[in-house]
């Protein structure tokens, strides 16, 4: 198995669980108002401050305990929690425009093959591996040039959260 750098700059992504973020955060407690375009505004406040406070204590924990070690000089960008999955991250795609270089996802529920919300990785052009989240499943993404994901659509619930980081110093 790789080690999280060699994943991160050979495959693109590492596959880790923080289950015990889903007490922390309790995300069941809470509706999501943006649930399918996840960055496009509906002139609503999106989240509850109590909900906004434990994704960024998440965040902070996911740089000190992942990111610090490996990128000291990386700083925490933002977070986003949406429920769904949109069209546009149905095609294999890079979020290069989004001005951050890592990032994780970290899932809230259980996927399943015959119901779909797989997330999918490519790199070297046409190596690929797809995972069906589980609750506490986290994801750390290269986010540079070369790597790709996806996530397949679904009708069940699938609430996922991102954290994005830049390195400063480069992957």
Do not use: C
């Amino acid at each position: 198995m790789l080690s999280l750098m060699s994943s991160i700059r050979e495959r693109g992504y590492y596959k880790l669980s923080e289950p015990d973020a889903l007490n922390l955060i309790d995300i069941d407690k809470y509706t999501l108002k943006n649930v399918e375009e996840r960055s496009r505004d509906n002139g609503e406040k999106d989240l509850p401050e109590d909900l906004t406070q434990k994704l960024l204590i998440f965040g902070n924990y996911l740089k000190t305990k992942y990111i610090d070690p490996n990128w000291p000089q990386s700083v925490f960008n933002k977070f986003l929690v949406w429920q769904g999955v949109d069209r546009d991250n149905q095609g294999w795609h890079t979020d290069l425009f989004e001005n951050y270089d890592i990032f994780f996802l970290f899932y809230f529920d259980d996927t399943f093959p015959e119901s779909g919300g797989s997330i999918n990785f490519k790199w070297d052009k046409d190596k690929t591996a797809s995972f069906q989240p589980k609750k506490g499943d986290l994801f750390l993404v290269n986010n540079t040039r070369g790597f790709w994901h996806r996530a397949e659509s679904t009708q069940i619930l699938r609430r996922t959260a991102s954290f994005d980081f830049n390195t400063i110093t480069g992957i």
